[in-house]
């Protein structure tokens, strides 16, 4: 089984920035891929941005250009630093890692809201 964490969502102005991070534990898997979602209120989740075990990378319309997806040098962990942030980027965001077999495993969520 695979426990996902994530960590580093907060309140910032808008055109600020903020840093989440997320990272898996267990034993016995390999990863094929990490990627960052998130749900607003009354919304369904989307996509934010993905990045596969050989470093492929695909972000959401609306974020290209202002978030970038980083795996760390563990490779069990991934990073989401988001620039210039809109108030419409306020959502909770998931950290989702899949692994050999598609067992798609999910973390409890961070908020990150942007507000003056």
């Known amino acids: 089984q695979v426990q996902v964490v994530e960590s580093g969502g907060g309140l910032v102005q808008p055109g600020g920035s903020l840093r989440l991070s997320c990272a898996a534990s267990?034993?016995?898997?390999?990863?094929?891929?990490m990627g960052w979602y998130r749900q607003a209120p009354g919304k369904q989740r989307e996509l934010v941005a993905l990045?596969?075990?050989?470093?492929?990378?695909n972000y959401a319309d609306s974020v290209r250009g202002r978030f970038t997806i980083s795996r760390g040098n563990a490779k069990n962990t991934v990073s989401l630093q988001m620039n210039a942030l809109k108030p419409e980027d306020t959502a909770a965001y998931y950290c989702?890692?899949?692994?050999?077999?598609?067992?798609?495993?999910w973390g409890q969520g961070t908020q990150v809201t942007v507000s003056s």
């Open positions: 989702n890692v899949i692994t050999f077999g598609g067992s798609a495993n």
């Open positions: 267990g034993s016995g898997f390999s990863i094929v891929a």
């Open positions: 990045i596969t075990s050989d470093g492929t990378t």
